[in-house]
């Protein structure tokens, strides 16, 4: 990974984080957040549910939603395929797994490598993600799922 000056602070500290692919992009997540990662399975459907849910699967007894994470970032829809994968987390106290390509590592870095998202344009909505990380095959978006998901959103998906 590639040092970075001007990083966002976070003091002398590393992250743990987990890639994970949807389309030609990388992202990533705290692994503190997830509970687990499963391979693809369908789910069920839900009338009249939010456009990025997929449907709920039952994991060990309980119902959780799966969320289409490409289409929650405003990318086109998941196609599902044996080398999907449902990252399974934890956010406002409800568990949700999210649709994404693939996972592709589980990293620990040093904080400073987190860049700030650049301001792009005055109604440009930076609050889903925590910043940016730079390292030799490109740059990962690293999200905010508690941001994503605000505390009203995720009840609403388990009512």
Known sequence: MVATINSKSYGGETLEIIAFRLHDQE????TTTIRE?????????????????IGVMNLRGSVIPIIDLAYKLGMKSTVANE???IVVA???????GMLVDR???ILTIPASQVQPVPEIS??????FSEGIIANENGMICFLNLAKMFK?????ELAA
């Open 27 to 30: 992202f990533c997540v705290k």
């Open 37 to 53: 990662i499963r391979g693809w399975a369908p789910s069920t459907p839900l009338p009249h549910a939010p456009a990025d849910v």
């Open 83 to 85: 080398r999907s994968a």
């Open 90 to 96: 934890e956010v406002h106290n409800m568990v949700i």
């Open 103 to 105: 996972v592709s590592d």
């Open 122 to 127: 005055a109604s440009f909505d930076k609050s």
């Open 151 to 155: 505390g009203t959103e995720v009840e």
